[in-house]
T-cell receptor
Framework: GAGVSQSPSNKVTEKGKDVELRCDPISGHTALYWYRQSLGQGLEFLIYFQGNSAPDKSGLPSDRFSAERTGGSVSTLTIQRTQQEDSAVYLC??????????????FGPGTRLTVL | AQSVTQPDIHITVSEGASLELRCNYSYGATPYLFWYVQSPGQGLQLLLKYFSGDTLVQGIKGFEAEFKRSQSSFNLRKPSVHWSDAAEYFCAVGTISGGYNKLIFGAGTRLAVHP
C-alpha cells in the first residue's frame, strides 16, 4: 500500500515569505506527527494530531509555526515569515496510535526547506 | 528528562566486517526503543523495535539489537556489513505523553562502508 507522502520534496523560499508543507498519511492511520531535522539539532518533535483531539503543539519552536489537519487525514504545516534558521528537512509520520504507546511511526520522505 | 545518546557521530567499517552502533537512553520507566535508518534523500525506515519480552530483538536487513536495562543501552549490531548499509542510523525512545508515543531521537550515527 501507499506510504506517507509529502509535498513538495524541495522548497526554496526567500526570507520573510510564508510556506506550506503538505503531508498525506497512510490511510487508516489516526495519528500524525511532524518532526524537523536540521544540522546541529538532529530530529525534533514539532506537533502531534490524534483523531479529533486537540493537537499537542508543544514542540513548535515559535508562533510563526502552525499546523492543521483537515478531516482527520491530510495535514499542512505552515511557517510564516520564514527565517534562515527554519531551513531544515521537515518530516511527517503517521501511526495507528494503539493505546499504551509504542506503536510504529511510518515516515514520509520529507520536505527540504531552504530559506535564502 | 528523557534523552538518547549516540556517542559515535561517524563510523567507518569495511564491507564484510561486523558492526555495532551504540545507543544509551535516559527514561524513568520501561522504554519503547527503536532503531531507524535513513538513506540519502530518503525518509526514516524502521529497522527494529523493543517493547517488552526478549531483550534480543531481530530486525530487517540482518540487524539485531540488545536491550540491556542495567546499562540503559540498546546497541545495534550486524555480523557482516554490506555496502548498501551505508546510511545514517538513529536510535529513539518512545515516551508516553498524553497517551501517545512521542519519539525522542539521538543525534544519529553516520555509517560509511569501505569496499
Amino acid at each position: 500500500g501507499a506510504g506517507v507522502s509529502q509535498s513538495p520534496s524541495n522548497k526554496v523560499t526567500e526570507k520573510g515569505k510564508d510556506v506550506e508543507l503538505r503531508c498525506d498519511p497512510i490511510s487508516g492511520h489516526t495519528a500524525l506527527y511532524w518532526y524537523r531535522q536540521s544540522l546541529g539539532q538532529g530530529l525534533e518533535f514539532l506537533i502531534y494530531f490524534q483523531g479529533n483531539s486537540a493537537p499537542d503543539k508543544s514542540g513548535l519552536p515559535s508562533d510563526r509555526f502552525s499546523a492543521e489537519r483537515t478531516g482527520g487525514s491530510v495535514s499542512t504545516l505552515t511557517i510564516q515569515r520564514t527565517q534562515q534558521e527554519d531551513s531544515a528537512v521537515y518530516l511527517c509520520a503517521s501511526s495507528l496510535a494503539r493505546t499504551g504507546g509504542g506503536d510504529e511511526q511510518f515516515f514520509g520522505p520529507g520536505t527540504r526547506l531552504t530559506v535564502l | 528528562a528523557q534523552s538518547v545518546t549516540q556517542p559515535d557521530i561517524h563510523i567507518t567499517v569495511s564491507e564484510g566486517a561486523s558492526l555495532e552502533l551504540r545507543c544509551n537512553y535516559s527514561y524513568g520507566a520501561t522504554p519503547y526503543l527503536f532503531w531507524y535508518v535513513q538513506s540519502p534523500g530518503q525518509g526514516l525506515q524502521l529497522l527494529l523495535k523493543y517493547f517488552s519480552g526478549d531483550t534480543l530483538v531481530q530486525g530487517i536487513k540482518g540487524f539485531e539489537a540488545e536491550f540491556k536495562r542495567s546499562q540503559s543501552s540498546f546497541n545495534l549490531r550486524k555480523p557482516s556489513v554490506h555496502w548498501s548499509d551505508a546510511a545514517e542510523y538513529f536510535c529513539a525512545v518512545g515516551t508516553i505523553s498524553g497517551g501517545y508515543n512521542k519519539l525522542i531521537f539521538g543525534a544519529g550515527t553516520r555509517l560509511a562502508v569501505h569496499p
